[in-house]
């Protein structure tokens, strides 16, 4: 198993950048996707982006183009880079690992292990 923990969140003006990252502490890193997924005041959890040890990637259509995820195997470690922030990008954002399987999984079910979370506030 894996304990993913996040670090990265805090204050950023709308149209500014952020830089999220996680270290997935445990076992074998390359066994595992990784993701990130957030829950807005009063929403849901929702899916954001997920990345396979092979660097392949897939985005929710409200980050596509803004945001990029990226991992650095040799550091058990997978960053949320997030661009052209908005207020609605505003949540609590969880890293999140999962046995790797040959499609991409969106739904917070289908994920195994999770982070405590970190805070992201856009101001606009």
């Known amino acids: 198993q894996v304990q993913p923990v996040e670090s990265g969140g805090g204050l950023v003006q709308a149209g500014g950048s952020l830089r999220l990252s996680c270290l997935a502490s445990g076992s074998t890193f390359s066994n595992y996707d990784m993701g990130w997924f957030r829950q807005g005041p009063g929403k849901e959890r929702e899916f954001v982006a997920a990345?396979?040890?092979?660097?392949?990637?897939y985005y929710a259509d409200s980050v596509r183009g803004r945001f990029t995820i990226s991992r650095e195997n040799a550091k058990n470690t997978v960053f949320l880079r997030m661009n052209s922030l908005r207020a609605e990008d505003t949540a609590l954002y969880y890293c999140?690992?999962?046995?790797?399987?040959?499609?991409?999984?969106?739904?917070?079910?289908?994920?195994?292990?999770w982070g405590q979370g970190t805070q992201v506030t856009v101001s606009s």
């Open positions: 990345i396979k040890w092979s660097a392949e990637t």
């Open positions: 999140a690992a999962v046995h790797s399987s040959y499609f991409f999984r969106t739904r917070v079910e289908d994920w195994t292990y």
